[in-house]
């Protein structure tokens, strides 16, 4: 197994990039468990145990999820410190009890009336941007004309931060994954710390709006929940809280409408017949999630010697777990490789995580799907893509999605 393996992963490589669904196949069946020297990683790409990990929350700590590859220098940290940034482990690189405490709030505020509440202003948003597509010379770039875009806007609307903000948002949480997720140089990291601290006191100003000016939006129900007490809910927490939503909220939607515009003009009978059938919908956004989802590596990290499938992994390792592999594992899925929307237990993909971490935001993003691949198909449905476009990707571990996609839309 693990000690000498015959492959290695590079995640940031254009390979692994432009489709690391080959690679995924290799590994599951040749090294499902191994350690990769050259990332410090444990990789794992089999279904049951990547379950099996999300599972074992005390055994596996989040604390490394947002640790970033490249180690910070001390010119970086001059530069959030000079910039107060001042991020808190709250949700996804947070451990029992803070996590628990933490979540307990979120989901306190994040009730499904707000979100069921959207529904009806995503359809809006939808409608605006499909007139103005429909205005435009073909072929269209559906990514940069409104797939980039929309996802943020629906979460800003759930967390009240106003509108003009999306465009430095949207920056700031690139620069975010890229620096998280991604592999910049030393030089780079000085660069994208900068555009994070930029990022950071935009979301700093917005809370202190709310602290002074609350409304009936998710940050003013944390402040509420607050009522002054740190030890409920500290303002550098809710900050941190709002400034990891900014990303989660919408860099997965956005990668996963990308992938699935993609997916299912790749073979224009599905887009069509979505057409007829809108119905179908809810059961095809699943089998989109577990096929060709946006977040396709999560972390953990071993806090004592963990034996699994006969693999011991040591205390203190770092543990890559490759969701996008788990999902397609013929061990669970059957002919896992194909997209076949009337699989029974499509609905078990773990692109939302599994156990204590699990997605909060998962009703939102299928909400969206729903709603914006619905508009879309109804409006054009004889969109097709553009023929032998090669797609680009961020380069980074997790968020994936392409990055413009040319379509004829009439
Ligand atoms: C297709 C869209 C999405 C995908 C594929 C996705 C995926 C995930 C995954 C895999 C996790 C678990 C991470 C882990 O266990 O380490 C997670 C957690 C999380 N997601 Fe999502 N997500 C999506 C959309 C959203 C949206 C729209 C929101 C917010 C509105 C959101 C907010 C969160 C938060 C706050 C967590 C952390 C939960 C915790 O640590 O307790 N996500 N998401």
Request: hydrophobic share 45%; with cysteine; proline share 6%.
């Amino acid at each position: 197994m693990s000690s000498c393996p015959r492959h290695h992963v590079d995640p940031f490589g254009s390979a692994y990039l432009a489709d690391p669904y080959p690679i995924y196949a290799t590994l599951r069946a040749e090294q499902p468990i191994y350690y990769d020297a050259t990332l410090g990683y444990w990789v794992l790409s089999r279904y049951a145990d990547i379950k099996a990990v999300l599972k074992d929350h005390e055994r596996f700590s989040s604390r490394n999820a947002t640790d970033p590859f490249t180690p910070v220098s001390d010119e970086t940290r001059r530069v959030f410190q000079q910039g107060g940034y001042a991020m808190q482990r709250v949700l996804l690189n947070a451990d029992a009890p803070t996590h628990t405490r933490i979540r307990r709030h979120v989901y306190a505020a994040f009730t499904p009336r707000r979100v069921a509440a959207l529904e009806p202003r995503i359809r809006q948003l939808c409608h605006a941007f499909l007139d103005q597509l429909a205005t435009q010379p073909a072929p269209v770039d559906i990514i940069a004309d409104m797939i980039y875009a929309l996802p943020a806007q629906v979460i800003f609307l759930l967390i009240g931060m106003e509108h003009d903000e999306v465009p430095a948002i949207k920056a700031g949480s690139e620069s975010r994954v890229l620096f998280t997720w991604g592999k910049p140089t030393a030089a780079q990291q000085v660069e994208l710390a900068r555009e994070m601290v930029d990022f950071w006191q935009r979301v700093v100003a917005f809370v202190d709006r709310r602290v002074r000016e609350p409304r009936d939006d998710f940050t003013s129900d944390l402040i509420r929940q607050r009522a002054g007490d740190d030890s409920v809910l500290s303002m550098a927490e809710i900050t941190s809280v709002v400034f990891g939503l900014l990303l989660a909220g919408h860099e997965t939607t956005t990668g996963l409408l990308g992938n699935a515009v993609r997916r299912l003009l790749g073979e224009p009978h599905r887009w069509q017949h979505l057409a007829q059938h809108p119905d179908a919908l809810p059961g095809v956004i699943e089998e989109l999630l577990r096929f060709d989802t946006s977040v396709i590596a999560m972390r953990r990290h071993a806090t004592c010697a963990v034996t699994i499938a006969g693999v011991t992994i040591p205390a203190d390792a770092n543990v890559l777990l490759l969701i996008g592999a788990a999902n397609r594992d013929a061990l669970h899925f059957d002919d896992g490789q194909a997209f076949a929307p009337d699989r029974a237990n499509n609905r078990e993909h773990l692109s939302f995580g599994f156990g204590v971490h699990y997605c909060l935001g998962a009703p939102l993003a299928r909400l969206e799907a729903r709603v914006v691949l619905q508009e879309l198909i109804q409006r054009f449905p004889h969109a097709r893509l553009v023929a032998d476009q090669v797609l680009d990707y961020l380069p980074n571990t997790s968020f994936r999605g392409p990055r413009r996609l040319l379509v004829h839309l009439q």
